[in-house]
């Protein structure tokens, strides 16, 4: 079992920067990778980034390339979403999720394909 916490949602005007966090704890040896998801009203929940735990190797959504990035504090069980140049585009609900399958990894992953998830930091940029 893994647990997942996720902080540092807030409110922020359009081309700012936030950092969230999630701090991962519980059997997280069995994990394949972590993500970030986040959801918008009336929209289902879509990947953002993820981070392999063999090999870093990082995948971003098309549309935070280059705004977004990944970092991770192994010893505190930490990985943190930076997000910089914000739009009211990227408002939305965020979750930290982790999958003990390469399903849950893959690119297009969806809701379903995914083993565990935390309670979502709410971010919202105003224009």
């Known amino acids: 079992q893994v647990h997942l916490v996720e902080s540092g949602g807030g409110s922020v005007e359009a081309g700012g920067s936030l950092r969230l966090s999630c701090f991962a704890s519980?059997?997280?040896?069995?994990?394949?990778?972590l993500s970030w998801f986040r959801q918008r009203p009336g929209a289902e929940r879509e990947g953002v980034a993820t981070i392999w735990t063999s090999g870093r190797e990082e995948v971003y959504a098309d549309s935070v390339k280059g705004r977004f990035a990944l970092s991770a504090d192994h010893y505190a069980n930490t990985l943190y979403l930076r997000m910089s140049i914000l739009t009211p585009e990227d408002s939305a609900m965020y979750y930290c999720?982790?999958?003990?399958?390469?399903?849950?990894?893959?690119?297009?992953?969806?809701?379903?394909?995914?083993?565990?998830w935390g309670q979502g930091t709410l971010v919202v940029v105003s224009s």
């Open positions: 999720a982790a999958s003990r399958t390469l399903r849950g990894c893959r690119s297009g992953a969806t809701e379903v394909d995914v083993d565990y």
């Open positions: 519980g059997d997280t040896s069995s994990l394949y990778c």
